[in-house]
């Protein structure tokens, strides 16, 4: 490969340039046209340059209530990367001792990602629907009084947070299996051979040496929930996460306060994004500090 | 998303570790994986068995009915034994259509930018950061990335103000938005990462010496290509071509807001039907859709063995 660069290297290098300028160059554009001035409409020319479309996104989206919307999205968003973590860390654990069923479970998260979204929302939807049809039936047979007043168990931290997990789990799984396949078991027999317990080689040992994934994995966890559209659809309750309100929006704003709005989401994802990248590289120099200073 | 392999326990500590301490550990393994396991089947197995039930369930204005028919069925394939087309034949024509053409664009396009990145940049550093820059739109909103092609593709919008400011055009072209063109760009636009990141992937396993061995035995860089790479190469494509078919097929949203809310697809039937609360006609109409997707996709791991890829 250490040949001079040839015409292929060129060809390839445009390609690639141009690939990455059309997958930026539209996102830019509104980030762009969110500035449009206040007589200015959803293409260029920029009829000036203002913050009026965000001062209107900020008085709200005619009657949706699109700041309740990005609350509920931003905390479903935190939830859900906090239970991918943690449970893709654990099955990692589990899938490294080996265990009986561990290719079908394996099965279940390659087919959890294989599954169109918008059959695993049904599904879940229906799933709800029947299990508060049968509460109802229960309350009317039983007659129990707390029963009585049962709406629905579907919403946000039911039947979305788990239609959010058949989503971002086997991505954090498929990252925590390649992170473990280069884990060094040698660190915890050290550990354990110096007297550690069970949790604590996990706590000073493995933790710390994993955190870079471990960021990895939030980051996907929060930024897959957040976006989250089709396998949220159908297994909401009545309060639409942001990704929904958006959508919805399409059809009816015609103003660049729908820019503006995409790119306060925009700079959501940017900042969570930038945050764990900043913190992976602040962890990895960290360790490479430590380990330099280990040495002296 | 880089080395797939089933992780297994080295040997070696297995053998060291005394037999007492052997079994906790190992009911330990189903305490921590159980969280996982429930989730799926939860969340993924018992929906996708009552969407099964509920399929064969008959329905009226107000309510489903627990009585088994195959009307639902029935109802999906009216007319398709007739000489012109039945709706379900014609939408699933609809949306094969939109997964040949994006595969079409999506693969040789998301080979190319993964052979650049993986055999032309030479600095780990580099590639890495390259490889970044094409990954992370996809942790951005899908429905902002779809509507940021209004300013450009738009009746006034950026495209047909240039061509018509060059004199190319008089009027301004009516179908760049809202239109199966549109439709197909944003799938591109949304789908080929997952090309580039498996086939990178697999690009970056192979073995270089496999590549020089080729070039000392006098083979030209076509046939490297032809021969070396790209058999090497056919998990990633395998699982890149898996992604983007089950993306296109099951979408809803994508040929909503592109095409203008006009193009018919299978995933929107589902959601139009579930909003006049038609569950078991939704249901059916899911299953369908789900056994046309794992037939595409096993047609596609014939192609390889992808059990012993993974």
Redesign the interface.
């Known amino acids: 490969m250490d040949q001079p660069r040839g015409r292929a290297f060129y060809l390839l290098a445009a390609v690639f340039a141009l690939y990455v300028l059309f997958l930026y160059g539209p996102t830019l554009t509104i980030l762009a046209l969110s500035f449009q001035g206040p007589s200015g409409g959803l293409t260029f020319p920029m009829n000036g340059v203002s913050t009026h479309w965000f001062a209107k996104l900020w008085e709200g989206v005619g009657v949706v209530d699109i700041w309740a919307a990005l609350r509920r999205s931003l905390a479903l968003g935190l939830v859900v990367m906090m239970l991918t973590v943690g449970i893709a860390f654990y099955a990692g654990l589990a899938f490294r001792k080996g265990f009986w069923g561990a290719g079908l479970v394996f099965a279940l998260a390659v087919s959890s990602l294989i599954v169109p979204s918008i059959v695993v929302s049904l599904g879940i939807g229906l799933e709800f629907r029947l299990l508060d049809d049968a509460i109802k039936a229960l309350a009317a047979a039983t007659g129990w009084g707390f029963l009585q007043d049962h709406g629905t168990l579907m919403g946000l931290y039911s039947s979305a947070l788990g239609a959010h997990l058949t989503w971002t789990l086997p991505f954090g799984l498929l990252i925590m299996f390649a992170v473990f396949n280069r884990f060094d078991p040698a660190y915890e027999e050290a550990a354990r051979d110096l007297g550690a317990s069970g949790p604590q080689t996990l706590r000073h040992v493995v933790v710390p040496i994993l955190a870079p994934a471990l960021v990895g994995v939030a980051l996907f966890g929060f930024t897959l929930s957040f976006d989250e559209l089709a396998r949220t659809s159908q297994a909401i309750g009545g309060r639409n996460t942001l990704p929904l309100e958006l959508q919805g929006l399409t059809t009816t704003v015609t103003t660049p306060e729908i820019y503006a709005l995409g790119t306060v989401t925009t700079a959501v994802s940017a900042l969570v994004i930038g945050t764990a990248l900043g913190l992976t590289l602040w962890l990895q120099k960290r360790r490479a500090r430590r380990a330099l200073a280990g040495r002296t | 998303?880089?080395?797939?392999?089933?992780?297994?326990?080295?040997p070696t500590?297995r053998a060291?570790a005394p037999a007492l301490s052997a079994r906790p550990?190992?009911s330990?393994?189903?305490?921590?994986?159980a969280?996982?396991?429930l989730?799926?089947?939860?969340?993924?197995?018992?929906?996708?068995v009552?969407?099964g039930i509920?399929s064969l369930w008959e329905y009226n204005e107000y309510a489903i009915i627990p009585a088994l028919t195959l009307q639902n069925y029935a109802d999906v394939f009216d007319g398709c034994l007739s000489a012109d087309l039945c709706t379900t034949l014609r939408t699933y024509l609809s949306t094969v259509k939109f997964v040949a053409l994006t595969l079409a664009i999506t693969l040789p396009?998301g080979f190319?930018?993964a052979?650049?990145?993986a055999?032309?940049i030479?600095s780990g550093t580099v590639r890495m950061g390259?490889f970044?820059?094409?990954t992370?739109?996809f942790?951005?909103?899908?429905?902002?990335?779809?509507?940021?092609?209004?300013?450009?593709l738009?009746r006034?919008?950026?495209i047909n103000?240039t061509l018509r400011a060059l004199g190319l055009i008089r009027q301004p072209i009516e179908g760049l938005l809202y239109s199966d063109f549109a439709v197909v760009l944003a799938f591109v636009?949304l789908d080929?990462v997952f090309m580039i990141v498996p086939i990178f992937n697999s690009l970056a396993r192979i073995d270089?010496r496999l590549?020089e061995a080729a070039r000392d035995g006098g083979a030209s860089?076509a046939q490297i290509l032809w021969n070396v790479i790209l058999p090497l190469a056919k998990p990633g494509i395998a699982i890149g071509t898996?992604?983007v078919t089950?993306l296109v097929?099951?979408?809803?949203?994508t040929v909503?807001?592109m095409g203008g809310?006009q193009i018919a697809s299978v995933?929107k039937v589902?959601?139009v039907q579930?909003a006049y609360l038609q569950?078991p006609a939704?249901?059916a109409n899911?299953m369908v859709?789900?056994a046309a997707?794992l037939l595409m996709?096993l047609g596609l791991t014939r192609m390889i063995d992808l059990r012993r890829e993974?």
């Open positions: 998303m880089t080395d797939l392999a089933l992780p297994t326990a080295a500590e060291a550990r190992r330990l393994a189903y305490l921590q994986a969280p996982l396991a989730v799926f089947v939860v969340f993924l197995v018992i929906p996708l009552l969407t509920v396009l190319a930018i052979y650049f990145l055999f032309h030479r390259l970044l820059l094409c992370i739109p942790w951005t909103s899908n429905v902002i990335r779809m509507i940021s092609w209004i300013p450009l738009g006034n919008g950026l103000d636009h080929t270089r590549i860089g898996i992604f089950t097929m099951g979408d809803f949203v909503g807001v809310q995933g589902i959601q579930m569950f939704a249901a899911a859709l789900l997707v996709i993974l």
